[in-house]
């Protein structure tokens, strides 16, 4: 089955960058989605085939899928950041959906 | 607007079968998307479980296959889910979400539910 490999954690300082990455085998042939969790709550839809914002989410969240990588950004990054963020692809060879481990953004 | 509610028994025993629904509001089932559950075990990461379309086909992941059942209730507006032989490894939170067909991303989800396998 599928395999998408995140780093358990990325820390990023006030105002700064972050950048969460998501491998896989070919992952750039494939429609990568982003969600962000915040304790105690359920995800919600960050990014969207590759890198499509749904309604209300800031365009200081962008995402970009190439060779095995796909990457999440968070510019000028705030507190508010601070969560889980998990990549997901659907895998059409067995019509399965996978998630990634998931990342926790910390905001120093 | 389209909102999910999970519901269901918050605590099922070992061996017997873990039941859930989630309700649609502001949108029929029947109309279009897919409709999924996805798993959190405590403290861990997502898993997802399975998918309905709207015409009643299914998908399940491998894992799960063989104890997992999950159909629609179009006159309810429900969706649900049955996972047989549950053990202390079926804990966690469940959440169902509605589901883009196109991309298959999971875009409006419940706020999800708690069920604890335990004796």
Redesign the interface.
């Known amino acids: 089955?599928y395999v998408l490999t995140q780093p358990p954690s990325v820390s990023v300082a006030p105002g700064k960058t972050a950048r969460i990455s998501c491998g896989g085998n070919d992952i750039e042939s494939k429609?990568v989605?982003w969600?962000q969790?915040k304790p105690g709550?359920?995800?919600?839809?960050v990014i969207?085939?590759d890198r499509d914002r749904?309604s209300g989410i800031p365009a200081r969240i962008s995402g970009s899928n190439s060779g095995n990588t796909a990457t999440l950004t968070v510019s000028r990054v705030e507190a508010g950041d601070e969560a889980d963020y998990?990549c997901?692809v659907?895998d059409s060879t067995?019509?399965?959906?996978?998630?990634?481990?998931?990342t926790k953004l910390t905001v120093l | 607007q389209v909102q999910l509610q999970e519901s269901g028994p918050g605590l099922v025993k070992p061996s017997e079968t873990l039941s859930l629904t989630c309700t649609v509001s502001g949108y029929s089932i029947s109309s279009a998307y897919y409709w999924g559950w996805i798993r959190q075990p405590p403290g861990k990461g997502l898993e997802w479980i399975g998918s309905v379309y709207h015409t009643g086909t299914t998908d399940y992941n491998p894992s799960l296959r063989i104890r997992l059942s999950m159909s629609l209730d179009t006159s309810k507006n429900q969706f649900s889910l049955k996972l047989t032989s549950v053990t202390a490894t079926d804990s966690a939170v469940y959440f169902c979400a509605r589901v883009l067909a196109t991309v298959r991303a999971f875009d409006i989800w419940g706020q999800g539910t708690m069920v604890t396998v335990s004796s």
């Open positions: 089955s429609s989605h969600y969790q709550q359920a995800p919600v839809l969207y085939y749904p998990y997901q659907w067995s019509d399965h959906m996978v998630f990634g481990g998931g």
